[in-house]
Structures are given as C-alpha cells and as structure tokens.
C-alpha cells in the first residue's frame, strides 16, 4: 500500500483520476465549507494528509481479488470438509456518506479438490472493503470472487458491521450491528450445510 502511495505523480493524473494537487484543493474546499479556514497552522498540511490517507483507504480500487486468489494449492491428501476463517477484521466506507463501516467477515468453502492459502481469504475482504461500499454488495463480491476463482462445491460468507452513518448522524443508535450473508453452491441448496456454517461461526 505504501508503495502505491508512494508511487502515485503528485502532478499527473493516473487513469483519469485528478491529480494530487487537485485532491489536495477538494479537501481545502470542504474544509472552507466546513466552516474553518485551511490557511491555520493546524491545517496547513491536512489536504496532504487527507489525500495520502485516502489513497490507503481506498487502495483496493488498485487491486484485483483474481490476483490475490490465483494461486491455490491441490496438495489436500482428499480433504473436502468446510474449511472456515471466522473474526476477519474490516474497515470500509459507506459509499452514502463516505463515514466508516466497521466489522468483521466470516468465509468458508468446501473444497473440490484445491484450497486457498487462509491468508487469502482475508485479503479479498481487504481488498472489497477498502472500496466505497454497501454491506450487501461487499458480501456479494467476497462470495463471487471466491466462487468464480476457486470453484468449490461452495461458498459461504457472512459480515457483521456497525455503520457510523446509523452511529454518528440520522437516528444516531450506536451499537447496533446489521448482518448479511451470501450462499453458493451446496450452501445455498442445503439448510443443513448453512446451519452447519452458521454453529460453527458462533460457536465459541
């Protein structure tokens, strides 16, 4: 991530996108409507700051979860049970008012014949949540992109968030946490392969 901070020209645009500079101006405009003036020491290098972070927030519009989930592994002595990466931490941004959506993913799969390495399977929730999102669509992606890559007899995933947009403005109840699931192949055809996925997710 770093590295493609790094590397973004500070006076070139990339794909169309603006440039730092413009970026940088944004962030002073909205500060202004804010209502505080970007010329304060305090925020002398805030429209930086801003425009770096959001590169790092928002890096996975830089990555695709085909690459990251190319690689998989056959070498499984037979194994065909769930294999289950549970507690996936995330921090995304709501694609409605750009505040965050804080959670965590739960993903499993029934192998046919090849796995995943499990530090993949985290890194396609990076990939999805460090996109503007909605919590449907972002599980949705995770499922497919697992599904379509790896071809398992099945996907199963679930997320859990709470959403600063319901916490921090609106009807402003925090606390309260929305779940979403997404279910393919034996797990969408079998209630009792959903049952099985959702015992172990909660079983503690």
């Known amino acids: 991530m770093d590295a493609i901070i790094k590397n973004f020209p500070r006076g070139a645009s990339e794909n ?3 440039t730092q500079q413009e970026a940088e101006e944004a962030v002073r405009v909205l500060l202004r409507w804010a209502g505080d003036d970007p010329s304060r020491e305090g925020l002398l290098d805030t429209p ?3 425009a770096k972070a959001y590169r790092e927030l928002f890096g ?3 990555m695709a979860a085909e690459d990251v989930l190319g690689r998989t592994f056959e070498e ?3 194994y065909d049970e769930m294999v289950l990466v549970r507690d996936i931490p995330f921090y995304s941004h709501c694609e409605h008012h750009m505040v965050p959506i804080i959670g965590k993913a739960h993903i499993a799969y029934l192998p046919d014949g090849r796995v995943l390495g499990l530090s993949k399977m985290a890194r396609v929730v990076e990939i ?3 996109r503007l999102q909605t919590q449907e669509t972002m599980t949705a992606q995770i499922a497919k992109s697992i599904d379509e890559t790896l071809r398992p007899r099945g996907v199963a995933v679930l997320i859990e968030a709470e959403h600063m947009c319901m916490a ?6 925090q606390g309260s946490t929305t779940l979403t699931t997404t279910f393919t192949g034996a797990y969408k055809a079998d209630a009792a392969e959903q049952a099985r ?3 172990m997710v909660r079983n503690r």
């Not at 921090?168 to 109840?173: A, E, H, I, L, P």
């Open 16 to 18: 169309g996108r603006p």
């Open 48 to 50: 930086a700051r801003v």
């Open 60 to 62: 996975g519009y830089d």
């Open 76 to 78: 499984v002595a037979g």
């Open 128 to 130: 999805y949540a460090r």
């Open 168 to 173: 921090m403005r609106g009807v402003q109840k």
């Open 197 to 199: 996925f959702m015992m």
